[in-house]
């Protein structure tokens, strides 16, 4: 399995990047095979007002199966 952690309109710490693929990485690994390269899960994170803070941070999951016509995509704000 590929995971891939990548940010949007922000700096984020490796301590929130390694926090994101210790909970939503070894879900994905543990309901899927991890050892299949085939299969693709996508974390990206995204600071939507930037500096301004608030309650603007987003998280997108896309998970692509082999041999599935369309991915799996979660989002939560």
């Known amino acids: ?6 940010t949007r309109h922000a700096e984020v710490s490796e301590e929130l990047k390694e926090y994101a ?3 939503i990485g070894n879900k994905c690994a543990h309901y ?5 390269p085939a299969i693709r899960c996508e ?25 599935q016509h369309l991915p799996l995509h979660i989002e939560e704000s």
């Not at 399995?1 to 990548?6: D, G």
């Not at 899927?32 to 299949?36: A, G, H, I, M, S």
């Not at 974390?43 to 987003?58: F, N, P, T």
């Open 1 to 6: 399995m590929n995971l891939i952690i990548k």
């Open 21 to 23: 693929e210790l909970k």
């Open 32 to 36: 899927l095979d991890e050892n299949d």
């Open 43 to 67: 974390i990206e994170l995204d600071d939507q007002l930037g500096a301004k803070g608030g309650q603007d941070k987003r998280v997108d999951v896309t998970i692509t199966l082999p041999h």
